[in-house]
């Protein structure tokens, strides 16, 4: 099994839609993790409706911005909604046959400074008191733990990216290494004023 985590910075466009239908389509024991959908939970279910053997679950969005989603092919697993808010979504994950559980949150880190650090609180609460298993947080934490992996740009420092870094170790995080490269994001500007984290 795999997780995906992808900020798709909106689904309302039928090109977005068809490209991540397709993306999703082509993969197989994938579990899917969406974030800035910018879309209603209506419309993303009228969606999945006429996608055949799709599982999913949407927090819509909070006006244009926000969304998230998770979504599945039916697969030997069985994944049930906990609990959820506009920045998290939190799933009990059971790989069927083996019996094995996990806790997957989704997440898409808002912008303002209190909802910032009380989003760190509430997931370090979570996963304090867990007693399903091991836990595994993905998303979108709009913040990188070091400069190291930040080419071009003014260096980042400052309160947010220590309070992410200390809830990272306060809750012994481990921040797994990507498969091709280190970065995620990219400005899409080229020459000097390249930015890619």
């Known amino acids: ?25 082509d993969t197989k024991g994938v579990i ?43 697969m030997n697993v069985k994944i049930s909604l906990v609990g959820e808010d506009k920045y998290w979504q939190y799933c009990l994950v059971t790989t069927l ?7 997957l949150f989704n997440v898409y880190r808002p912008s303002s400074a209190g909802d910032k650090q009380a989003l760190w609180d509430l997931l370090s609460f979570k996963l304090n008191n867990n007693t399903d298993g091991s836990c595994v947080v993905a998303g979108d934490f709009n913040v990188i733990l070091s400069n190291i992996k930040k080419i071009g740009g003014i260096q980042r ?18 921040d797994i290494v990507l498969k091709n490269g280190i970065f995620t994001w990219t400005n899409w500007i080229l020459g000097f004023s390249n930015i890619v984290e």
């Not at 409706?49 to 998770?70: E, M, P």
Request: hydrophobic share 40%; proline share 0%.
């Open 1 to 25: 099994m795999r997780l995906l985590s992808w900020n798709v910075k909106g689904i309302n466009v039928s090109d977005k839609w068809c490209l991540i239908k397709c993306q999703i389509d």
């Open 97 to 103: 046959g083996q019996n094995e559980n996990f806790n």
């Open 32 to 74: 899917w993790l969406l974030q800035e959908t910018k879309w209603s939970k209506a419309e993303i279910e009228a969606k999945m409706r006429v996608w055949k053997h799709q599982n999913g679950f949407f927090r819509q969005s909070d006006g244009a911005s926000g969304g998230l989603g998770i979504i599945w092919k039916h």
């Open 157 to 174: 420092t400052g309160t947010s990216q220590k309070d992410f870094l200390d809830f990272v170790e306060k809750n012994h995080i481990l």
